[in-house]
């Protein structure tokens, strides 16, 4: 069975820092990987989506890595802001019909 | 062009009560799905559907049905809310692999 795991639970940092969040999941055979943002009391929006075929994907100030061998993923968030406060989450996919297994999601907080 | 909508946003239920889930998307999506989050549990698949008149079990299915009669719509249903259902329910449809998130229901069974 599938799973994702994201350390450390809470993330706080000051304004301006470069910033790494990790992924890790158990089985090396995904079909692909999404990350997540969740702001408080609202749904999920997609950030990036790597497909098992690639090895990063990369929006703005965002930089998603994907490395199969390791099962591990990481979210590169550029010169961090207070508007990057939220919790994020990562999810991978093992076939094309699969469902998506979720982490438990890191809530990071950027002090102004 | 809305995406994905639910109603209600808030819910609060007596344990025994029965009410359904309006999950709405406008994309045209095929696959649609109900999960639940919960502290500490993280989010969890209840059920899916791939298609118009499709549905299927999720993870954690046991106490809700669905109905999938149009592409569009989603429906979740509580026969017999019990405490345990207290959760946030959230939406999605899927379209070439990334999925769409509805803001969520909140619901609170006493």
């Known amino acids: 069975k599938q799973e994702v795991t994201q350390i450390p639970a809470a993330l706080s940092v000051p304004e301006g820092e470069n910033l790494v969040l990790n992924c890790s999941f158990t089985d090396s055979a995904i079909y692909n990987l999404q990350w997540f943002r969740q702001d408080p009391g609202k749904g999920l929006t997609s950030l990036l989506l790597?497909?098992?075929?690639?090895r990063e994907q990369t929006s703005g100030r965002l930089n998603a890595s994907l490395d199969k061998s390791s099962g591990r993923s990481t979210l590169y968030i550029a010169a961090s802001q207070p508007g990057d406060s939220a919790t994020y989450l990562c999810a991978v996919k093992a076939g094309a019909n699969s469902k998506l297994t979720f982490g438990k999601g890191i809530t990071l907080s950027v002090r102004p | 062009n809305a995406g994905v909508t639910q109603t209600p946003k808030f819910r609060v239920l007596k344990t025994g009560q029965s009410m359904t889930l309006l999950c709405a998307q406008d994309?045209?999506?095929?696959?649609m799905y109900w999960y639940r989050q919960d502290p500490g549990m993280g989010l969890r698949l209840i059920h899916y559907?791939?298609?118009?008149?499709?549905?299927a079990k999720g993870e954690v299915p046991d106490g809700y049905n669905v109905s999938r009669l149009k592409k569009q719509n989603f429906l979740l249903g509580l026969e017999s809310a019990a405490p345990s259902q207290t959760s946030v329910y959230f939406c999605?449809?899927?379209?070439?692999?990334?999925?769409?998130f509805g803001p969520g229901t909140r619901l609170t069974v006493l």
């Open positions: 790597i497909q098992s075929s690639q």
């Open positions: 559907s791939v298609g118009e008149g499709t549905t």
């Open positions: 994309m045209n999506h095929e696959y």
């Open positions: 999605a449809s899927t379209q070439l692999d990334t999925q769409y």
